[in-house]
């Protein structure tokens, strides 16, 4: 059995919970002091949040995702009405893996600057003429990579997605091209960079979208 995931919760009851995963080397507390449990409060919305303490062992080693599905996302469909993925950065596309290899697992995705992947992964994309032309192979499709960005190919049409990122990202490229995978009101592009100030923002953004209260 895997090790307990340690989690930081904005527990009130509320109907609905969105699970949050961090950035590389994030702890839940930095999300805690960003604001992003005030900025709820303070909205009074109806919604819970769970921050997920994941670290690198466990993303490196492929354990991260069975066990936030096993521990976390699994038993709280026992006690919310809907569940909400997302995550910062890795933890963006850690949540695309999540969602593309257990579909239904979650209600929607909110993505706060997704890092698009390695460079092995967007490079042999690129190759091929961009995601629209990309046919991954048997080889590429062992890779929970590549398997998320064949998901991201034909997202199901009424699937809840918010995709953020910040302009000046120097991961901007390739969130772009992620975030055109989606409708143009699921997308944002707000100034900043890979930090706090702009993932703040889109936060904000992320909560007027609402439509995990729907």
Not at 16 to 41: C, D, H, R, T, W
Not at 175 to 186: D, K, L
Request: net charge negative; with cysteine; aromatic share 10%.
């Amino acid at each position: 059995m895997s090790r307990p995931l340690r989690t930081l919760r904005l527990a009130t009851g509320a109907p609905n919970l969105i699970v949050l995963l961090p950035g590389a080397y994030m702890k839940p507390e930095e999300i805690v002091q960003a604001g992003f449990f005030s900025a709820v409060e303070q909205r009074g919305q109806k919604l819970d949040i769970a921050l997920v303490d994941l670290d690198m062992e466990r993303i490196t080693d492929g354990s991260a995702v069975p066990a936030v599905l096993d521990q976390i996302l699994r038993p709280a469909r026992n006690n919310y009405q809907r569940v909400w993925l997302g995550g910062i950065s890795l933890g963006g596309l850690l949540t695309l893996c999540l969602n593309a290899d257990h579909p239904g697992a979650v209600d929607g995705l909110c993505l706060i600057a997704p890092y698009p992947g390695s460079r092995l992964t967007t490079n042999a994309i690129k190759r091929a003429g961009g995601l629209g032309l990309w046919q991954a192979t048997d080889e590429e499709l062992s890779d929970p990579e590549f398997r998320a960005y064949r998901w991201l190919k034909a997202p199901p049409s009424d699937f809840p997605v918010f995709a953020g990122y910040g302009s000046e990202d120097r991961f901007a490229e390739g969130m772009q091209v992620i975030s055109e995978c989606f409708p143009e009101y699921a997308r944002c592009a707000v100034p900043g960079g890979h930090d706090w100030p702009a993932w703040q923002v889109l936060w904000e953004h992320f909560l007027e979208f609402g439509h995990f209260a729907a």
